[in-house]
């Protein structure tokens, strides 16, 4: 894309003095370099924001423009690795944030600004659990006892509609779904009221519906205790609805910023319209008549036996997560599987590729059955099926290299004559993800989160598989990326005659990409057929609804 836009871009804000509000964080001439191999890495170049209190700002831009290293800077949570300008000036409520020492930044932190991050897997201590998680934060910066630590963690999880909230502060993050997660993250960030919330990308991992209830959440919440908000996201349906002044970034610089209204209604930078003008488009191609069933279950079943109660008196339950589904996916096609977090969708797909158990049914890849199959039988089929799941920093193993991590599976698969052919294999699928294919020596904590999910596709394809479960593939990438990813499957479906199972909770993603779609709700099928015809007509009550909040998030 061409930039024909060079005027240079003011450190203040067009707003400047017209809404009177006071001034509760001023960012001046943010820098920050990091230490790679073979050289050096302007992350983040003379970025300066200036936020208020009581309103949002939104940071926008494609991953990898260093809106998150920004507000990593603002919170003093970078790496060893990086180097930040000594031009950088960070002043929170009067207090200059860069002269402070750890102990103060600590004592900052969670009391006068509080960060919910992008991945909740990853931020979420595997070994305590819920409610131990998020009385530490109380205990340690209110003193709190046990007991009214545990009844404030309660009121939190409602506040952020958990289901069940006191079941779940006795469960650990394993046991709740992505967007469950991604709420627990929100209470516990929400936990001491700070002044400034830093939500970076807060609803990448949450369905459509809910994302509106977060989001308006978190709205509610700033305007009864006056807190400012700054949202790092792609979705610019969330930036139009919840911001009130946006900086676009991109390799790391502001290229334009205005009030949300000014700049969505006339953007003056090319690279601002870009942003502005993508969004998924197109349709699946029409499938031949008479297509093989590559993926068929029947009747597949999940139970949960769940524990309640105490430890004398232990109460255990059984959650079916899948009700008895039936499902068949013809080779070429594409079939969308959506529903509120929870749904059973991610359980659904895994069972029917044979990473979970199922408790009844029966499974059948390519005609053969595998219901039957147990971890080892699997192992010859695994290189013809492969999964993208949803969160690309707990799937991808941090202390291996880019090379090493998509280079295993061909390894363990036996695909590829020598070390020289394989590295080919693995530069190809870097670049048919979209990667450059000079990174094998890199890790994964060293890309943006969408950079990251594209790592995880490039490893799936690089085994040229006939089918893949992509559970979430672009809930973590911006809208422009987005489209190169859904054109990207969209061509190796055509080449390879691959077959997809997408989970996805972004409607706007399955019109573009899917030939069918499912609708769950609590482990059930609800409504399904021809994508259009789903999301134009919606014959449930259920279906309308997630349409709705799809297209229009403030519904």
Same mark, same amino acid.
């Given at each position: ?38 050289g ?92 131990q ?23 939190l999880?409602e506040?952020?509609?958990?289901p ?12 709740l ?21 830093i939500?970076?990308e807060p ?19 700033k ?62 191609k ?13 009747d597949v ?14 109460n ?19 079939l969308?599987?959506?529903g ?35 971890r ?21 193993n ?20 020598? &070390?020289?052919?394989r590295?080919? *294999?693995?530069r190809? +699928?870097?670049?048919? @993800?979209?990667? !450059?294919?000079? =990174? #094998? ?6 890309? &943006?989160?969408?950079?990251?999910? *594209?790592?995880?596709? +490039?490893?799936?394809? @690089?085994?040229? !598989?006939?089918? =893949? #479960? ?13 489209a ?13 005659? #691959? ?21 769950m ?5 609800v409504?399904?057929?021809?994508v259009?015809d ?5 014959k ?9 909040a ?6």
């Open positions: 894309m061409t930039d024909s836009y060079t005027a240079p871009v003011s450190d203040d804000r067009a707003d400047l003095g017209t809404h009177g509000r006071e001034l509760i964080l001023d960012a001046r001439n943010i820098g920050v370099d990091f230490k790679v191999e073979g050096i890495v302007k992350a983040v170049r003379d970025v300066s924001f200036q936020l208020h209190r009581g309103e949002t700002i939104a940071l926008v831009g494609e991953s990898g423009s260093g809106k998150s290293v920004t507000a990593r800077t603002v919170m003093r949570l970078l790496t060893k690795r990086a180097r930040i300008s000594p031009r950088t000036r960070i002043t929170m409520s009067g207090k200059n944030i860069m002269a402070l020492g750890d102990r103060q930044m600590r004592k900052l932190r969670g009391n006068d600004v509080a960060m919910i991050f992008q991945e909740p897997m990853s931020s979420l201590n595997p070994v305590y659990t819920v409610g998680q998020i009385c530490e934060i109380l205990h340690l910066h209110n003193r709190m006892s046990p007991a009214a630590a545990t009844a404030r963690a309660r009121e999880l506040e952020v509609q958990i069940e909230p006191e079941a779940r502060l006795r469960q650990y993050p394993h046991q779904s992505g967007g469950q997660r991604q709420r627990v993250m929100i209470a516990m960030a929400l936990a001491n009221l700070p002044d400034i919330l939500a970076d609803t990448t991992a949450l369905d459509v519906t809910v994302q509106a209830q977060i989001l308006n959440l978190i709205k509610d919440l305007a009864k205790y006056g807190m400012a908000v700054i949202l790092i996201t792609h979705d610019l349906t969330i930036v139009r609805q919840f911001s009130d002044y946006v900086y676009v970034m991109q390799n790391g610089e502001v290229k334009e910023h205005n009030r949300t209204e000014d700049l969505f209604a006339s953007p003056v930078h090319a690279y601002t319209r870009h942003l502005l003008a993508s969004e998924p488009k197109g349709a699946a029409p499938l031949p008549e008479g297509g093989e069933t590559v993926l068929e279950g029947r079943r999940v139970v949960y036996t769940l524990k309640r109660g105490g430890l004398f008196r232990p255990f339950m059984d959650l079916v997560a899948v009700d008895s589904l039936s499902l068949g996916l013809k080779r070429h096609e594409t969308g599987l959506v509120e977090s929870g749904s059973g969708k991610t359980t659904f797909g895994q069972a029917l590729i044979r990473l979970i158990a199922n408790n009844g049914g029966e499974i059948f890849f390519d005609g053969q059955s595998i219901h039957d199959k147990d080892k039988q699997m192992r010859p089929l695994r290189s013809r099926i492969q999964i993208v799941f949803q969160d690309p920093y707990a799937s991808l941090p202390r291996m290299s880019i090379r090493q991590i998509i280079e295993e599976g061909l390894i363990v698969n036996g695909i590829g004559a020598t &070390s020289a052919e590295v080919e *294999r693995v190809q +699928a870097l670049r048919d @993800a979209g990667m !450059p294919d000079t =990174i #094998l020596s890199r890790f994964p904590h060293e890309f &943006s989160g969408g950079q990251r999910q *594209r790592i995880a596709i +490039a490893r799936a394809i @690089a085994l040229e !598989p006939e089918f =893949i #479960l992509l559970d979430e593939p672009t809930s973590a990438l911006d809208l422009s990326v987005q190169q990813i859904i054109e990207l499957l969209r061509k190796l479906q055509d080449e390879k005659g #691959l077959s997809y199972l997408f989970i996805s909770h972004d409607l706007k993603v399955v019109r573009a990409l899917c030939h069918r779609v499912m609708v709700q609590y482990g059930k099928i409504e399904q057929g021809p259009n789903v999301l134009s007509h919606p449930t009550d259920y279906t309308a609804r997630l349409v709705r799809a297209f229009d998030i403030a519904a």
